[in-house]
T-cell receptor
Framework: DTGVSQDPRHKITKRGQNVTFRCDPI?????LYWYRQTLGQGPEFLTY????????KSRLLSDRFSAERPKGSFSTLEIQRTEQGDSAMYLCASSLPPRLAGVRNEQFFGPGTRLTVL | QKEVEQNSGPLSVPEGAIASLNCTYSDRVSQSFFWYRQYSGKSPELIMS????GDKEDGRFTAQLNKASQYVSLLIRDSQPSDSATYLCAGRYSSASKIIFGSGTRLSIRP
């Protein structure tokens, strides 16, 4: 399967615990994005990487959230001291390099990680 | 004004009819626009992208872009029950790589 993969698919945790999610993008894609989606809303942008560089972070991303992409391949998103308001679907997407994507910048999503904070 | 706006629906269309979904966007969104389909509990799936004014057709789907009026639409011909889903409109944020999503329109195709 050559699509975007995410792990785990579901995570239930208690308030105050730390959680980490992983995303593996499509192999030839060098851009990787994290989004959060709550019920009845569209995905909200959190952050994105081009190779290993984190180029943009949303103001929505509090200091409890951190994302890394150390080798420019897979990425991790960590949430520290989880709160009930963090319950959501966390989506990862990837896209081609700018020189190939041009204005298209089509992003392809993984299956998501559903987080429930009790 | 939200940067990308959609009517939340639900939009109910009889099987075999044309479903028309609409989206408007603000000045901060430009260049590229996308329609994603999302089934309940699943992640968004890209079905159409459009960059130039006019129509773009792909099978039963037609995307329409009007930059002067700042709207994007998606037409689904010969609607099938399997088309019942939430349709998300998205646009690329000016001079940036991220895309901004609307809140989605729920479409229901009734047999």
């Amino acid at each position: 399967d050559t699509g975007v993969s995410q792990d785990p698919r579901h995570k239930i945790t208690k308030r105050g615990q730390n959680v980490t999610f992983r995303c593996d993008p499509i192999s030839e894609h060098n851009r990787l994005y994290w989004y959060r989606q709550t019920l009845g809303q569209g995905p909200e942008f959190l952050t994105y990487f081009q190779n290993e560089a984190q180029l943009e972070k949303s103001r929505l991303l509090s200091d409890r959230f951190s994302a890394e992409r150390p080798k420019g391949s897979f990425s991790t998103l960590e949430i520290q001291r989880t709160e009930q308001g963090d319950s959501a679907m966390y989506l990862c997407a990837s896209s081609l390099p700018p020189r190939l994507a041009g204005v298209r910048n089509e992003q392809f999503f993984g299956p998501g990680t559903r987080l429930t904070v009790l | 004004q939200k940067e990308v706006e959609q009517n939340s629906g639900p939009l109910s269309v009889p099987e075999g009819a044309i479903a028309s979904l609409n989206c408007t966007y603000s000045d901060r969104v430009s260049q590229s626009f996308f329609w994603y389909r999302q089934y309940s509990g699943k992640s968004p799936e890209l079905i159409m992208s459009i960059y130039s004014n006019g129509d773009k057709e792909d099978g039963r789907f037609t995307a329409q872009l009007n930059k002067a009026s700042q709207y994007v639409s998606l037409l689904i011909r010969d609607s099938q029950p399997s088309d019942s889903a939430t349709y998300l409109c998205a646009g690329r944020y000016s001079s940036a790589s991220k895309i901004i999503f609307g809140s989605g329109t729920r479409l229901s195709i009734r047999p």
